[in-house]
């Protein structure tokens, strides 16, 4: 869930057109090891990171809330609890489309009372996301602290919201569009830019 | 324009898949210390019940305040339609008093459907029940139950016991079921059976106990003394022996097989307090699934732009 920016390219799809379109910004290898460091920075920021909770939101970004766990895992041996927060009920652009299909929301059996919640996303954008997010939050608990780790921040904050964590800082227009493609959902990680209307809805 | 929900005949499957995933997710926040989503704030949902009815009213009271609706509640008795108020006059005040959703109940069949299309009032209309007619959310709440009890809707045999005749719940739940992939087997005595069910998306029969081992779920119906103004059965006992769901009879049933009933029940008539009360009896269920369901109707109706299920034509084919 990205502002403005989620496009969504099913399997049966036709994407060639729209991946024509599409030039890659970040490979599988790039994504990887922008992972790879979004991981250290929360251990190292966090000194630790003893009591944070991941907190993806759907549908990339709770893969990618999976993969930073499993980084950290791998480096400290520490599993996170990790989890995923759908904020489409909070959204403030509910009026503007028809109603969405609401995703899953887990909070891990922890909790979030105290603890320090990194929020992981794919794209950050209006920083409208985000404010949904801390208001979806705020229903479900009071954590410590909340930090936010994007893949991309592609810049045009409609909000005063920042990312703690940035895989790739990403200078855009309005007129692109940022696509995360991740093999979850799309079969191979990638990070496209594109120019909306063509190929991108 | 598409923006009531008036029958379970205007759901197409995906329709009625969205409403109950919907449901499925919106039933956690029932678990959250705060059950509340901002989701409809502004909004204005208005329960107009020309019936008494408990569960219903405030089922769906409940789901319109956990997505932050406000909510007029509207009955019959005690307001001005006592006094001789007609529908069209109400509907106009409710108009006046900007109603984004009217949730309505009325003891004519047509009822929900005249309101929604008689150029009154331009909010969207939930049917909540008109006459025998059809009951969309108490379907969708037991197809909800029947999914979370049974993993799916497609091949199974779902028997409706009982005064077909008058029950609206047993017509939306004959359209849904099937739109869901089911196979629906009416059973009641020959004086509650509708004309031309054979007509209908389902097969029926007179007697229950050559049903029952092949169901995997029993839904029984309450007699509908409020509605006879004749005798359809000789006696209750007789009924209760024939048609009545008790003990005996359940054992009858396949192992997973569960029992519904959409309420208010008549103990001892149509259901044995032993059955009602067993493990297999989903009915407390049944209820609290009501919540999340109508929250999921409510919030595909007025939450977006427009509405996300419904279709052009709705409640045209009766």
């Known amino acids: ?201 | 324009m598409k923006r009531h929900l008036l029958s379970t005949a205007d759901l197409s499957a995906d329709d009625a898949t969205l409403i109950l995933d919907t449901a499925a997710e919106l039933a956690r926040i029932a678990d959250r210390p705060i059950k509340k989503l901002p989701t409809l704030r502004g909004r204005t949902v208005v329960n107009l019940f020309y019936e008494d009815s408990t569960r219903t009213r405030i089922s769906f009271e409940t789901a319109a305040k956990r997505l932050s609706a406000d909510v007029i509640n509207f009955s019959a008795k005690g307001s001005s339609v006592s006094k001789g108020e007609s529908l069209k006059d109400t509907a106009l005040t409710l108009e006046a008093m900007g109603a984004d959703a009217v949730v309505v109940r009325h003891w004519a069949s047509g009822g929900a459907y005249r309101l929604a299309h008689a150029g009154w009032i331009r909010s969207a209309v939930v049917n909540a029940g008109d006459g025998t007619h059809e009951h969309p959310t108490q379907a969708l709440l037991d197809a909800y139950t029947l999914r979370s009890r049974l993993g799916s809707l497609e091949g199974r045999r779902i028997g409706i016991v009982g005064d077909v005749l008058h029950s609206r719940v047993a017509r939306s739940n004959v359209r849904l079921l099937s739109t869901l992939g089911a196979e629906v087997t009416l059973v009641a005595p020959p004086t509650l059976m509708p004309f031309a069910v054979e007509g209908w998306p389902c097969s029926y029969s007179y007697d229950l106990d050559p049903v029952l081992p092949k169901l995997d779920a029993v839904m029984m119906l309450r007699v509908q003394r409020e509605r006879m103004d004749q005798a359809y059965f000789p006696t209750e006992r007789e009924y209760s022996r024939r048609y009545g769901l008790h003990a005996q009879r359940m054992a009858a049933l396949p192992q997973h097989a569960v029992v519904m009933h959409p309420g208010p029940m008549n103990r001892g008539l149509e259901i044995s307090a032993e059955v009602a009360d067993s493990a297999r009896s989903t009915i407390t269920e049944q209820v609290a699934n009501g919540v999340s369901v109508r929250m999921a109707v409510l919030y595909l109706l007025l939450g977006g732009s427009e509405p996300a299920i419904g279709t052009e034509n709705e409640g045209g084919a009766t």
């Open chain 1, 1 to 201: 869930m990205t502002d403005g920016t989620e496009t969504t390219v099913s399997p049966a799809a036709p994407a060639s057109a729209a991946q024509a379109a599409m030039r890659a910004v970040l490979d599988a290898s790039a994504v990887s090891r922008a992972l790879t460091r979004i991981a250290h920075e929360i251990l190292e920021r966090t000194q630790g990171a003893d009591d944070a909770v991941l907190l993806g939101i759907p549908t990339r970004g709770a893969h990618l809330a999976t993969r930073l766990g499993g980084q950290i895992a791998a480096v400290e041996g520490l599993e996170l609890p990790i989890g995923t927060l759908d904020v489409t009920m909070y959204r403030d652009d509910l009026r503007l489309r028809p109603a969405r299909a609401i995703k899953r929301t887990e909070i891990p059996s922890g909790g979030v009372d105290g603890k320090l919640v990194v929020l992981v996303d794919d794209v950050l954008f209006s920083g409208r996301t985000i404010r949904a997010a801390l208001d979806a939050l705020g229903d479900i608990g009071r954590p410590r602290a909340v930090q936010l780790a994007v893949l991309v921040d592609r810049g045009h904050r409609e909000l005063p919201i920042r990312a703690d964590y940035v895989g790739k800082n990403l200078p855009t227009a309005q007129r692109e569009t940022v696509q995360v493609r991740l093999a979850e959902t799309d079969g191979q990680d990638a990070v496209l830019l594109g120019v909306k209307g063509a190929g991108a809805r």
